[in-house]
């Protein structure tokens, strides 16, 4: 069973425009909200996060926008720029063993941000 | 910057041989994960440990995978003997404590090709 719904797979956007990545999940013990960047050849980093108190998340470009209710949430980015291009995986953080948090991730979005 | 170091960035063997990937986590991280990442299942858990101590490994197959951390500088990810299907990108992170607070470090990988 998918923890966390990723959509859309792959998605291209002009340069300037606003990429919207979106994502759905189920278990409600889930208390954290990452969203990370991968380039090719490299590990994800954590590029924004958001707590699930909070509706809205906003650093430079890059705005989190969550909905407790729908258990759904989603990432834009303003102005996009060809530099964005990159695979992002939203994920869902709860409480493991021990004290150390687990990631569920979603399987990605493909972005390409054309010239 | 620190980093988590992962060895060797890239991996050809054949199948039933015994492979070891090595991780370095960044100093003063006190939790270690071990992720693989393949088209078809996106970044899956396969294990993880706090202050050296392995809590869960229930996303390894048991009975070809083993995970250690003999010190604080090194985790170790090993398959014998290794399967085709194991080809996969095997990340490394480490966090300070809970990624809530800290967020995770990801190496850049180990690529596993088992022909």
């Known amino acids: 069973q998918q923890q966390v719904k990723q959509s859309p797979q792959s998605l291209i956007v002009q340069k300037g425009g606003i990429s919207i990545i979106n994502c759905a999940y189920e278990?409600?013990?889930?208390?954290?909200f990452p969203w990370y960047q991968q380039f090719p050849g490299k590990g994800p980093a954590l590029l924004i996060a958001?707590?699930?108190?909070?509706s809205e998340k906003k650093e430079g470009r890059f705005t989190i926008s969550f909905n407790k209710s729908a258990k759904q949430f989603s990432l834009h980015i303003m102005d996009s720029q060809p530099g964005d291009s990159a695979t992002y995986f939203c994920?869902?953080?709860?409480?493991?063993?021990?004290?150390?948090?687990?990631?569920?991730f979603g399987k990605g979005t493909h972005l390409i941000i054309q010239p | 910057d620190a980093r988590v170091t992962q060895t060797p960035r890239h991996k050809v063997t054949e199948m039933g041989q015994e492979v070891t990937m090595r991780c370095q986590p960044i100093?003063?991280?006190?939790?270690v994960f071990w992720y693989r990442q393949t088209m078809m299942q996106g970044l899956e858990l396969l294990a993880y440990?706090?202050?050296?101590?392995?809590?869960?490994d229930s996303g390894m197959p048991k009975d070809r995978f083993s995970a250690e951390m003999p010190d604080a500088t090194l985790a170790t990810l090993k398959i014998q003997p290794s399967e085709p299907r194991d080809s996969a990108v095997y990340f490394c992170?480490?966090?300070?404590?809970?990624?809530?607070?800290?967020?995770?470090?990801f190496g850049s990988g180990t690529r596993l090709t088992v022909v």
């Open positions: 994920a869902a953080s709860q409480r493991l063993g021990g004290g150390a948090d687990g990631l569920t």
């Open positions: 278990n409600t013990a889930f208390d954290y």
């Open positions: 958001i707590r699930p108190d909070v």
């Open positions: 100093l003063g991280h006190n939790t």
């Open positions: 440990f706090r202050n050296r101590a392995p809590l869960d």
């Open positions: 992170a480490s966090a300070k404590g809970r990624e809530a607070n800290y967020g995770y470090t």
